[in-house]
């Protein structure tokens, strides 16, 4: 059944064990599909309010899903919304019930029953059918509690410009097996999937850190991405930015021998060393370090070199930029010094560089997160302990009244919670 309602359809996927409707959401034309999932988890409702508010924004702004099809089911699990439950009327955990290569009837705890076999859930096989019929280039799912975006597939880049809005660390995979998992589904299919794991904040303020995250997703879809590489790569003679971006070493080496050129910024304010650091060509970064051109001009979203530096992990950058002059306590418009990002990222010689340097180690941004807590969020337990042992204050909370060791618990992480020693 399909009809019409603010200028879209809202499509019946599915029904639920119960007989509940699972409704998608479809909004806007184009070749390439993105979709957003939210309640999987019944006892999640984070997700159905935050893209409840994005259905709205969606539907209300033509403009931000130009040349797109975005598509977006608020309520994957109408049962366990309705109960407060994780799973579905059957207490099976749809996130464990795809057919994977992975997929297994074993479990350890009934949270996460997957029931009597692979996609036996009505839920479950109303994903697989959206999946099937739109073939989307990226699916984002949120869940709640964790603190972080997971990242499965090539989408870091999308994910980095989500980051910059909401601030939650980057994770490659979570400390523990999902078996028959979404993601992993997808994975097997080559479609990408970004996971959001939001904190347990008020559902208004969690709008207001995710909106614009969403918004990037859409501005820099991976077809558009892919679409502005292939452009760059087909013409002869690029500008100083587009080879970079190229990492075409040749190119520049020989085309760009006046320093004028070296000395512009990009759209974004980027200048060539914050392109020689994401790209990781450390020798072209301590060639421009070494002559003083943008040591400390940060882009529009407020970034020095220093925090490229400490972002992607470039130790002797950062040490060379210190050595310059540069001061280790630079923040961004979101209170972040580089020795949080080093902390969050795990780059545990970049912390020991920046602490010696002079770095603060109780500086908080301004949700009140620390480096300590960053780096217990995101489980580097080595730079948990250097932290402490340089005088990072265990108790001091975030915004959200959260300390440390609370963290820990919500991050699962019993290493670190012993660290600090336990508690909370
Ligand atoms: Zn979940």
Same mark, same amino acid.
């Given at each position: 059944?399909?009809?019409?309602?603010?200028?879209?359809?809202?499509?019946?996927?599915?029904?639920?064990?119960?007989?509940?409707?699972?409704?998608?959401?479809? *909004?806007?034309?184009?070749?390439?599909?993105?979709?957003?999932?939210?309640?999987?988890?019944?006892?999640?409702?984070?997700?159905?309010?935050?893209?409840?508010?994005?259905?709205?924004?969606?539907?209300?702004?033509?403009?931000?899903?130009?040349?797109?099809?975005?598509?977006?089911?608020?309520?994957?699990?109408?049962?366990?919304?309705?109960?407060?439950?994780?799973?579905?009327?059957?207490?099976?955990?749809?996130?464990?019930?795809?057919?994977?290569?992975?997929?297994?009837?074993? *479990?350890?705890?009934?949270?996460?029953?997957?029931?009597?076999?692979?996609?036996?859930?009505?839920?479950?096989?109303?994903?697989?059918?959206?999946?099937?019929?739109?073939?989307?280039?990226?699916?984002?799912?949120?869940?709640?509690?964790?603190?972080?975006?997971?990242?499965?597939?090539?989408?870091?880049?999308?994910?980095?410009?989500?980051?910059?809005?909401?601030?939650?660390?980057?994770?490659?995979?979570?400390?523990?097996?999902?078996?028959?998992?979404?993601?992993?589904?997808?994975?097997?299919?080559?479609?990408?999937?970004?996971?959001?794991?939001?904190?347990?904040?008020?559902?208004?303020?969690?709008?207001?850190?995710?909106?614009?995250?969403?918004?990037?997703?859409?501005?820099?879809?991976?077809?558009?991405?892919?679409?502005?590489?292939?452009?760059?790569?087909?013409?002869?003679?690029?500008?100083?930015?587009?080879?970079?971006?190229?990492?075409?070493?040749?190119?520049?080496?020989?085309?760009?021998?006046?320093?004028?050129?070296?000395?512009?910024?990009?759209?974004?304010?980027?200048?060539?060393?914050?392109?020689?650091?994401?790209?990781?060509?450390?020798?072209?970064?301590?060639?421009?370090?070494?002559?003083?051109?943008?040591?400390?001009?940060?882009?529009?979203?407020?970034?020095?070199?220093?925090?490229?530096?400490?972002?992607?992990?470039?130790?002797?950058?950062?040490?060379?930029?210190?050595?310059?002059?540069?001061?280790?306590?630079?923040?961004?418009?979101?209170?972040?010094?580089?020795?949080?990002?080093?902390?969050?990222?795990?780059?545990?010689?970049?912390?020991?560089?920046?602490?010696?340097?002079?770095?603060?180690?109780?500086?908080?941004?301004?949700?009140?997160?620390?480096?300590?807590?960053?780096?217990?969020?995101?489980?580097?337990?080595?730079?948990?302990?250097?932290?402490?042992?340089?005088?990072?204050?265990?108790?001091?909370?975030?915004?959200?009244?959260?300390?440390?060791?609370?963290?820990?618990?919500?991050?699962?992480?019993?290493?670190?919670?012993?660290?600090?020693?336990?508690?909370?």
């Amino acid at each position: 059944m399909v009809f019409f309602l603010e200028n879209t359809f809202a499509e019946v996927i599915g029904k639920s064990v119960r007989g509940r409707k699972i409704e998608a959401f479809v *909004y806007g034309r184009g070749n390439e599909t993105l979709l957003f999932v939210g309640g999987i988890h019944g006892d999640e409702r984070q997700g159905v309010e935050i893209l409840t508010r994005f259905r709205r924004m969606v539907a209300n702004t033509p403009e931000i899903r130009k040349n797109i099809r975005v598509v977006i089911v608020p309520k994957a699990n109408p049962d366990g919304i309705r109960r407060g439950t994780r799973g579905n009327a059957r207490g099976v955990d749809i996130n464990r019930n795809f057919p994977t290569s992975s997929f297994t009837t074993n *479990y350890h705890k009934k949270a996460y029953y997957p029931g009597r076999q692979a996609a036996s859930e009505p839920e479950t096989k109303a994903l697989i059918k959206l999946i099937q019929k739109y073939a989307p280039s990226l699916v984002v799912t949120i869940h709640a509690q964790l603190h972080c975006m997971m990242v499965e597939g090539d989408v870091w880049e999308i994910a980095r410009r989500m980051q910059y809005y909401n601030h939650y660390p980057l994770v490659a995979e979570l400390d523990y097996e999902t078996p028959g998992s979404f993601g992993q589904y997808c994975l097997e299919r080559g479609i990408p999937m970004i996971t959001l794991e939001v904190p347990r904040i008020p559902h208004h303020a969690l709008w207001e850190q995710n909106k614009r995250a969403l918004v990037e997703v859409l501005r820099h879809s991976p077809g558009k991405l892919a679409h502005q590489r292939m452009l760059i790569e087909s013409k002869k003679t690029p500008s100083l930015f587009e080879a970079l971006q190229r990492q075409d070493w040749y190119l520049w080496r020989n085309m760009f021998t006046n320093m004028y050129e070296w000395k512009k910024q990009d759209a974004e304010g980027n200048t060539a060393l914050h392109y020689a650091l994401k790209r990781g060509d450390v020798p072209l970064a301590l060639w421009l370090i070494e002559r003083g051109i943008h040591l400390a001009t940060t882009n529009t979203k407020g970034w020095s070199p220093l925090f490229e530096a400490a972002y992607w992990g470039h130790g002797e950058v950062v040490k060379q930029l210190l050595k310059k002059g540069i001061s280790p306590e630079e923040r961004d418009p979101y209170g972040w010094t580089p020795l949080i990002i080093a902390a969050q990222r795990g780059h545990k010689d970049i912390v020991r560089v920046l602490v010696e340097a002079g770095a603060k180690v109780n500086t908080q941004d301004i949700y009140g997160y620390s480096a300590l807590m960053e780096a217990v969020r995101c489980q580097h337990k080595d730079i948990v302990e250097y932290l402490l042992a340089r005088g990072a204050d265990p108790y001091q909370t975030n915004c959200y009244g959260q300390t440390a060791s609370r963290q820990a618990i919500l991050a699962r992480s019993t290493n670190t919670l012993i660290l600090l020693g336990g508690g909370q």
